[in-house]
């Protein structure tokens, strides 16, 4: 590799996301929760389709649940699935 030669990862680890309000820590569960979506870069697999991950934390216990699922819009059934295992 040349010596000023940044790799893609590299890059994206340097970036800084920008500060959210602050918000109080909650009390009980379920009443916050903190989500993000993204995908596994660089996971090959038969289909060449991507394959999508979705992080819950609940911010009460600071607990979180990691599911992965084929299509960005199965993140709402993500949560449904996610909201009945807390509450039970």
């Known amino acids: 590799m040349k010596k000023n030669h940044k790799c893609e990862i590299c890059g994206e680890l340097k970036f ?47 607990y979180y649940y990691t599911y992965l699922f084929k299509s960005k819009y199965g993140a709402l059934e993500m949560f449904k699935h996610y909201k009945n295992e807390v509450e039970n």
Do not use: A, G, H, W
Request: charged letters at 30%.
């Open 16 to 62: 800084t996301k920008p500060y959210f309000q602050i918000i109080k820590r909650s009390n009980e569960p379920l009443n916050l929760i903190n989500s993000d979506i993204d995908d596994l870069k660089f996971v090959q697999t038969k289909s060449r389709k991507k394959i999508y991950f979705v992080m819950f934390i609940n911010d009460c216990i600071r």
